[in-house]
């Protein structure tokens, strides 16, 4: 039972629509990376970022923020 459900979640991973765990590629920096994903919205277009440049996302957004004020 256990291991069915392993592969059912390892066919989720596989076509991404599983959210959370599992390996991703960042669409910023085109790495593959494990662990938690940040999906974010950028002028309509979603886009799946790792930690790192999630972080750098959320600086540049305030910085276009302080410019825009
Ligand atoms: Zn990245």
Redesign the pocket.
């Known amino acids: 039972m256990k291991k069915k459900l392993c592969v059912f979640l390892a066919m989720l991973m596989a076509v991404g629509s599983l959210a959370g765990c599992g390996k991703f590629t ?6 593959e ?1 494990s662990g938690k994903k940040y999906v974010v919205k950028y002028e309509g277009e979603k886009a799946t ?6 972080e ?1 996302y959320d600086s540049l957004m305030k910085l276009s923020q302080l410019i825009s004020d």
């Open positions: 960042c669409d910023l920096c085109g790495e990376k970022l790792c930690k790192d440049c999630k750098l």
